[in-house]
């Protein structure tokens, strides 16, 4: 069985920094693209960045280049996200997410449950 | 950038009823769209891909149409799990993956 469990969420004032985990099981690890997907309170699914199944291509959406980087490690099974230099707008429930395929272009077949990363003061 | 516009917001139907969901790109993305159902509480599940195809373990009921820039998800008979927000998604236009508004179904 396909498992993905994020970790790292809280409450963090805004300019400073946290950093997501997602625990993997159940597939090759080597195989597939791995992806972060956030739901701000209220509103719809927003892709934030993805990583081919080496960690050779990535990508993010524009609003977090230059202050987000995805990576993974392949001992570990995980999947990371540093966030730094966080605004209000980053609130929202961070999802870690497996690729159909090995590309970072694919489609999201399996879904961690989530979690929460709220910026304030 | 690509723009995925759901329609309608929100759709009032009773089980054993057709529900037809619509997704239009503002520019043309082939059949790679996507479509997911999303729950409260639970983790989104992909329902269709490239347009027309179920993924693994969705129901015959449901089905996925177009290409271009307009595609149709239609459920052919509500069961009451189905109700739920349903997200259509693009892939291979930049921003490289992208959503669509959403479209909620809920029981009239």
């Known amino acids: 069985e396909v498992q993905l469990v994020e970790s790292g969420g809280g409450l963090v004032q805004p300019g400073r920094s946290l950093r997501l985990s997602c625990a993997t099981s159940?597939?090759?690890?080597?195989?597939?693209?791995l992806h972060w997907v956030r739901q701000a309170p209220g509103k719809g699914l927003e892709w934030v960045s993805g990583?081919?199944?080496?960690?050779?291509?990535?990508d993010y959406v524009d609003s977090v280049k230059g202050r987000f980087t995805i990576s993974r490690d392949r001992a570990k099974n995980s999947l990371y996200l540093q966030m730094d230099s966080l605004r209000g707008d980053d609130t929202a429930l961070y999802y870690c997410?497996?690729?159909?395929?090995?590309?970072?272009?694919?489609?999201?077949?399996?879904w961690g449950q989530g979690t929460l990363v709220t910026v304030s003061s | 950038e690509t723009v995925l516009t759901q329609s309608p917001a929100t759709l009032s139907l009773s089980p054993g009823e057709r529900a037809t969901l619509s997704c239009r790109a503002s520019?043309?993305?082939?059949?790679?769209l996507a479509w997911y159902q999303h729950k409260p509480g639970q983790a989104p599940r992909l329902v269709i891909y490239?347009?027309?195809n179920r993924a693994s373990g969705i129901p015959v009921r449901f089905s996925g149409s177009g290409s271009g820039t307009d595609f149709t998800l239609t459920i052919s008979s509500l069961e009451p799990e189905d109700f739920a927000v349903y997200y259509c998604q693009q892939r291979g236009n930049w921003p490289l993956l992208t959503f669509g508004g959403g479209t909620k179904v809920e029981i009239k």
């Open positions: 159940g597939f090759i690890f080597d195989d597939y693209g």
């Open positions: 520019q043309s993305v082939s059949t790679y």
């Open positions: 490239d347009a027309s």
């Open positions: 997410v497996k690729g159909l395929t090995y590309s970072l272009s694919s489609w999201f077949d399996h």
């Open positions: 990583i081919s199944w080496n960690g050779g291509s990535v």
